[in-house]
């Protein structure tokens, strides 16, 4: 067996005939990165995959004489899918089952992101579609409002002008957007 097939460069420190020893990259990280956990899950699976891929050649050559080699492979790939765990349960990520089901049919989970996407384009027209009714609406009874009752229509404007300014101005004070969000400090 060629040696280069025994380590990976990204699998941590080998040891002889080609042993990962593996590293526990678990107190290494801050507590604080959702990223540096995801990453460590992600190298981790890299990890385990080079393991894997190890022991494959490790069982697809062997004999009696490569029995401790493969016991050693097995117990860093024990190791290291231990690893995996503790570092898996500090990522809080939720995979969608539809995507998962996609996954196992084959099939690319875009697709799964496409319709979301499109469903919240036809979801988005029906709300602007309803916003403009109502929209519509309210011209429609202002209008009749004016036809009916000029006087209370006029003081009904006044008001309303009076009210916009001073919620304006509570928003603007509040540091507020139009929509209601607060505004946020850039980070340096």
């Known amino acids: 067996m060629d040696p280069s097939q025994n380590t990976l460069p990204s699998m941590g420190v080998s040891g002889g005939n080609g042993v990962i020893n593996p590293q526990n990259d678990v107190t290494s990280a801050s507590q604080d990165d959702p990223k540096q956990d995801l990453n460590q899950v992600i190298n981790s699976i890299q990890k385990t995959l080079g393991l894997l891929h190890q022991l494959y050649l490790n069982v697809s050559s062997f004999n009696t004489g490569l029995q401790l080699p493969l016991l050693q492979r097995i117990n860093s790939l024990v190791l290291e899918l231990d690893n995996m765990v503790k570092l898996s349960e500090k990522c809080n990520i939720q ?62 404007r006044e008001i309303r002008a009076a009210s916009a300014a001073e919620a304006k101005r509570l928003a603007q004070a509040q540091s507020s957007l139009p929509n209601g969000d607060v505004k946020v400090k850039a980070e340096p």
Do not use: M, W, Y
């Not at 996407?117 to 009749?144: M, P, V, W, Y």
């Open 95 to 156: 995979v969608p089952v539809e995507v998962l089901n996609l996954i196992d049919d084959g099939k690319n989970p875009d697709g799964f992101t496409k319709d979301v996407i499109n469903s919240c384009i036809a979801k988005n027209q029906i709300t602007k579609g309803k916003t403009d009714a109502f929209k519509g609406l309210r011209r429609h009874l202002l209008e009749e409002l004016d036809q009916a009752f000029p006087d209370e229509a006029d003081s009904f």
